[in-house]
């Protein structure tokens, strides 16, 4: 019988004679009739893996089963992998559970790490993480690798075991020694962001580069954002990151084939082309992917590779916003805020609004705080505004610190403080925000929460000005006009008036009118009576009555001046 056997071995392995699985199979069968565990076993396997003869699963668990019952951990093993997935007899996890036992018992560590599994996911057996780590670490001590690399697991979550990142790091490094793929990314991103390990940007991409070059694909786009970014000494290679990404994205790596998308929309490491962008990221999106969703809406929003269409938009922000996308969830607020592929509907706005916003995402902190500052979608509360705009404002949200500022400017829904508004308006200011830098060079020319400084309102009058702020333009002119922290030029003056009032200012069109009026710039009656006759349309009473001056020709008295 054992003769039998090793005949067996020898034709299927090749040893003393020409390799011959068939002829190893018929060997095997005569060995295993008699009772032959091992020969039981390898004919299981040959059945299951479909050596030396066509694949039958029902075959292969007879003789596993054979096997198992006289005690062969390695076919109680596969038994319960048979048990397990419905392999050549009736699906049954519990009866899987069983086996692995059996075989968990006898040390293999194949069973043992199964085991632990079932354990840990509450599969044919209550999930019980404890119970989970003790048989990875029966495996782990027994060196099997991927009983390894899920032992560092345990500890890097704290499954069963108490959270401990130095051990999960430990035993993820251990696993990935042996070349286990999983283990190597694993270790990579510990590396990466310092987890268990000191942070070293080589050693994570020593690591994604073993571990891509053996088909992780997670680690191929892992080494695809290193070459994009330019980290752990990789010179930044747009094109290389390409490369891998399209590794990732052959398996349908979601995340990759959304990267691939941005590639195309910017042109990186490749021609940019809207059309191929929006085609990735419609592979991605329809996976799920909620960034990819997100980016599918706006190709529909904006019209970039597809034709425009706001419903389709809204209808990818939704899927994306189902599915946790903050950035979605705030741009759906936005469809049925301004009517937008949605019909409008600023409550659900709110609604939606308030999703992202407690996630943190400070567009739609700001957006939320808006809403309650105007009352709409939701009842008005000025301190809640307040409150909203302040957590945006923390993010460093431009727009939400200038609003802010405003709040303390006038005691908005917090105490009044001037102080504190400078600050929130310095901070958007800094931002290049216009409106910040208008109000900030307003604080420094009138002294309100800082000291007065003309130069230093100027300096931020111009800042707006240049960006078309028509008031701070306005103010840039009279402060010229003036001498005001700057010196008295009547030429600027009139130039940045006359930017303002070209916009559309009725009190920059009114000065104009004032400087025409008193040949400022030597204009003449005429001019001045078109300016102040554009602020009178207006509505400003000042250029009224200015109107009425000039027409009636009374001239040499009642002179105003320039606001």
Not at 60 to 86: D, I, L, P, T
Not at 533 to 559: F, Y
């Amino acid at each position: 019988m054992h003769a039998q056997y090793w005949t067996g071995k020898c034709y299927f392995r090749g040893w003393g004679v020409e390799r011959n699985r068939e002829e190893a199979i018929k060997w095997y069968r005569k060995a295993a009739n008699q009772g032959d565990v091992k020969a039981q076993d390898c004919l299981g396997l040959c059945y299951y893996s479909g050596l030396g003869t066509e694949k039958n699963k029902t075959e292969a668990a007879k003789w596993y089963r054979k096997a198992a019952e006289q005690g062969n951990a390695n076919a109680q093993f596969w038994m319960g992998v048979c048990c397990s997935e419905g392999d050549g007899v009736e699906e049954n996890k519990a009866e899987a559970v069983w086996w692995y036992r059996k075989a968990a018992d006898q040390g293999n560590v194949d069973a043992q790490n199964e085991l632990a599994n079932c354990y840990r996911f509450g599969t044919g057996v209550k999930k019980d993480e404890a119970e989970a780590a003790k048989w990875y670490r029966k495996a782990a001590e027994h060196g099997f690798a991927p009983a390894q690399r899920n032992l560092g697991n345990c500890y890097k979550y704290g499954d069963g075991v108490e959270k401990d990142l130095v051990k999960a790091a430990e035993w993820t490094q251990k696993a990935a020694e042996q070349g286990d793929k999983t283990a190597q990314n694993n270790i990579g991103c510990c590396y990466e962001h310092g987890e268990g390990v000191e942070k070293d940007l080589i050693k994570a991409t020593e690591w994604y580069r073993k571990a891509a070059e053996q088909g992780s694909i997670i680690a191929q786009y892992n080494l695809g954002v290193f070459y994009e970014q330019g980290k752990g000494r990789i010179t930044k290679n747009p094109e290389k990151a390409l490369e891998w990404y399209r590794k990732a994205a052959e398996f349908d790596y979601s995340p990759a084939q959304n990267k691939i998308g941005d590639c195309y929309k910017y042109g990186k490491g490749t021609i940019r082309n809207l059309v191929d962008a929006a085609k990735w990221y419609r592979k991605a999106a329809e996976q799920g992917n909620k960034t990819a969703q997100f980016n599918l809406g706006n190709c529909y929003y904006f019209g970039h590779g597809v034709e425009k269409d706001l419903t389709k938009a809204a209808e990818w922000y939704w899927h994306a916003a189902l599915n946790g996308s903050k950035e979605a969830q705030n741009a759906f607020g936005d469809c049925y805020y301004y009517g937008e592929g949605e019909e409008k509907n600023p409550a659900q706005a709110v609604q939606w609004y308030r999703k992202a916003a407690e996630q943190g995402y400070a567009p739609a902190q700001y957006n939320l705080g808006y809403c309650y500052y105007i009352g709409e979608g939701i009842a008005k509360s000025v301190s809640l505004a307040a409150d909203w705009f302040k957590k945006a404002a923390e993010q460093g949200h431009a727009e939400a610190q200038t609003v802010l500022g405003a709040c303390y400017y006038d005691g908005a829904g917090v105490t009044k403080c001037r102080t504190n508004a400078v600050w929130w308006y310095q901070k958007a200011a800094e931002q290049g925000h216009a409106e910040a830098q208008y109000a900030l060079g307003d604080c420094y020319r009138t002294g309100e929460g800082v000291t007065k400084n003309g130069a230093e309102a100027v300096k931020w009058y111009r800042k707006a000005a240049e960006q078309g702020h028509v008031e701070a333009q306005n103010m840039l002119g009279i402060c010229y006009h003036n001498g005001d922290g700057v010196a008295q030029d009547n030429q600027e003056a009139v130039k940045w008036c006359g930017k303002a009032a070209e916009n559309g200012l009725a009190l920059a069109q009114y000065n104009m009118g004032f400087f025409c009026e008193h040949g400022v710039g030597g204009a003449n009656e005429v001019d001045a009576l078109k300016w102040y006759r554009k602020a009178a349309e207006q509505g400003n009473e000042d250029a009224k009555k200015a109107v009425k001056r000039l027409e009636n020709n009374i001239s040499g008295s009642g002179m105003g001046s320039a606001a």
